[in-house]
Protein backbone atom coordinates (compact mmCIF):
# COMPACT_ATOMS: atom_id res chain seq x y z
CA UNK A 1 0.00 0.00 0.00
CA UNK A 2 1.16 3.26 -0.91
CA UNK A 3 1.72 6.67 1.12
CA UNK A 4 0.47 8.54 -1.71
CA UNK A 5 -2.81 10.43 -1.08
CA UNK A 6 -3.60 10.80 -4.65
CA UNK A 7 -3.72 7.15 -5.03
CA UNK A 8 -6.64 6.85 -2.32
CA UNK A 9 -8.19 9.81 -3.77
CA UNK A 10 -8.85 8.27 -7.04
CA UNK A 11 -8.76 4.65 -6.11
CA UNK A 12 -12.35 3.49 -7.55
CA UNK A 13 -13.72 1.23 -4.49
CA UNK A 14 -16.71 -0.27 -4.78
CA UNK A 15 -19.53 1.84 -2.90
CA UNK A 16 -18.69 5.31 -1.00
CA UNK A 17 -20.32 6.54 1.98
CA UNK A 18 -20.25 10.17 2.77
CA UNK A 19 -20.89 10.77 6.80
CA UNK A 20 -22.74 14.59 7.39
CA UNK A 21 -23.97 14.39 10.67
CA UNK A 22 -23.74 11.88 13.90
CA UNK A 23 -27.19 10.61 13.35
CA UNK A 24 -26.50 8.99 10.56
CA UNK A 25 -23.58 7.06 12.23
CA UNK A 26 -25.42 3.67 13.38
CA UNK A 27 -27.18 3.66 9.95
CA UNK A 28 -24.03 3.77 7.40
CA UNK A 29 -22.46 0.66 10.08
CA UNK A 30 -25.14 -1.01 9.49
CA UNK A 31 -24.68 -0.64 5.48
CA UNK A 32 -21.28 -1.37 5.73
CA UNK A 33 -22.15 -4.34 7.66
CA UNK A 34 -24.15 -5.29 5.04
CA UNK A 35 -22.07 -4.61 2.02
CA UNK A 36 -19.24 -6.43 4.12
CA UNK A 37 -20.92 -9.42 4.61
CA UNK A 38 -22.25 -9.71 1.11
CA UNK A 39 -18.71 -9.00 -0.64
CA UNK A 40 -16.36 -10.55 1.97
CA UNK A 41 -15.74 -13.95 -0.33
CA UNK A 42 -14.99 -11.80 -3.06
CA UNK A 43 -10.94 -10.57 -3.67
CA UNK A 44 -10.44 -6.84 -3.81
CA UNK A 45 -13.47 -5.03 -3.09
CA UNK A 46 -13.23 -1.90 -1.12
CA UNK A 47 -15.00 1.02 0.52
CA UNK A 48 -14.59 4.86 0.90
CA UNK A 49 -16.05 6.64 3.73
CA UNK A 50 -15.96 10.43 4.00
CA UNK A 51 -16.03 12.30 7.34
CA UNK A 52 -17.03 16.21 7.01
CA UNK A 53 -13.47 18.55 7.54
CA UNK A 54 -13.13 22.10 8.41
CA UNK A 55 -12.05 24.10 11.65
CA UNK A 56 -15.29 23.30 13.24
CA UNK A 57 -15.76 19.52 11.66
CA UNK A 58 -12.40 18.01 13.03
CA UNK A 59 -13.76 17.08 15.92
CA UNK A 60 -16.93 16.10 14.73
CA UNK A 61 -15.10 14.15 12.54
CA UNK A 62 -12.69 12.47 14.87
CA UNK A 63 -15.49 11.45 16.78
CA UNK A 64 -17.97 10.00 14.04
CA UNK A 65 -14.95 8.32 12.64
CA UNK A 66 -13.99 6.67 16.14
CA UNK A 67 -17.64 6.06 16.16
CA UNK A 68 -17.63 4.52 12.90
CA UNK A 69 -14.93 2.00 13.82
CA UNK A 70 -16.04 0.68 17.09
CA UNK A 71 -19.70 0.34 15.99
CA UNK A 72 -18.54 -1.38 12.56
CA UNK A 73 -15.44 -3.72 14.90
CA UNK A 74 -18.62 -4.36 17.16
CA UNK A 75 -21.22 -5.20 14.32
CA UNK A 76 -19.23 -7.69 12.74
CA UNK A 77 -17.73 -9.58 15.51
CA UNK A 78 -21.73 -10.21 16.84
CA UNK A 79 -22.40 -11.46 13.05
CA UNK A 80 -19.15 -13.80 13.82
CA UNK A 81 -17.87 -11.79 10.24
CA UNK A 82 -14.12 -11.81 9.94
CA UNK A 83 -12.88 -10.12 6.78
CA UNK A 84 -9.15 -9.50 6.04
CA UNK A 85 -9.32 -5.64 5.81
CA UNK A 86 -6.84 -3.16 5.76
CA UNK A 87 -7.74 0.48 6.19
CA UNK A 88 -6.10 3.96 5.13
CA UNK A 89 -7.08 7.35 6.28
CA UNK A 90 -6.20 10.31 4.55
CA UNK A 91 -7.29 14.13 3.70
CA UNK A 92 -9.47 13.30 0.60
CA UNK A 93 -9.87 17.20 -0.40
CA UNK A 94 -10.20 20.46 1.27
CA UNK A 95 -13.70 19.15 2.33
CA UNK A 96 -13.66 15.37 3.20
CA UNK A 97 -11.29 13.49 5.02
CA UNK A 98 -11.26 10.06 3.34
CA UNK A 99 -11.03 6.32 5.09
CA UNK A 100 -10.39 3.33 2.93
CA UNK A 101 -11.60 0.08 3.65
CA UNK A 102 -9.98 -2.70 1.62
CA UNK A 103 -10.32 -6.49 1.32
CA UNK A 104 -6.88 -7.96 0.97
CA UNK A 105 -6.22 -10.85 -1.25
CA UNK A 106 -6.43 -14.92 -0.19
CA UNK A 107 -8.45 -14.71 2.50
Known amino acids: MTTNP ?3 RTLQVSKTFKVSSGLEVSSIVAQLVDFIEKKSSID ?8 PRGDEDDSLARKWGASLRSGLLLALKRREIRPNLREVRYVHDEYYYGWVLIAQSGQ
Do not use: A, E, P
Open 6 to 8: DFY
Open 44 to 51: GFSVRILL
